[in-house]
């Protein structure tokens, strides 16, 4: 059996919850992750997220937008509805 060298832990402000439209309209980007050595030595350690189209509304009929932005150390990708409205609760 290995022991992992690291620990990982991921909080969220705003637990996602997809019959809750005032929660669903909170940025996902509230998640915090972090990354502990546990044997003291740097590790180089990727995380990745991923999220499906159905997170801007719920519906699998409506057309959304992604787009990317790359940089040295990060890959932001964002989504919105191609046809937008107003939330209303």
């Known amino acids: 059996m290995v022991a992992s060298t690291y620990l990982t832990e ?9 019959h809750d439209m005032f929660r669903r309209s909170l940025p996902f980007s509230y ?6 050595s546990t044997d003291g030595d740097t590790h180089d ?6 999220i499906s189209g159905e997170w801007v509304s719920g519906d699998n009929d409506l057309a959304v937008n992604w787009t990317t932005t790359v940089s040295e150390k990060i890959i932001i990708r964002q989504l919105q509805l191609l046809e937008q409205w107003p939330l209303l609760k």
């Not at 991921?10 to 997809?18: D, E, G, K």
């Not at 350690?45 to 991923?50: G, N, R």
């Open 45 to 50: 350690v990727k995380l990745y997220a991923e």
């Open 31 to 36: 998640a915090t992750p972090s990354v502990i």
């Open 10 to 18: 991921i909080r969220s402000l705003t637990p996602p919850n997809p």
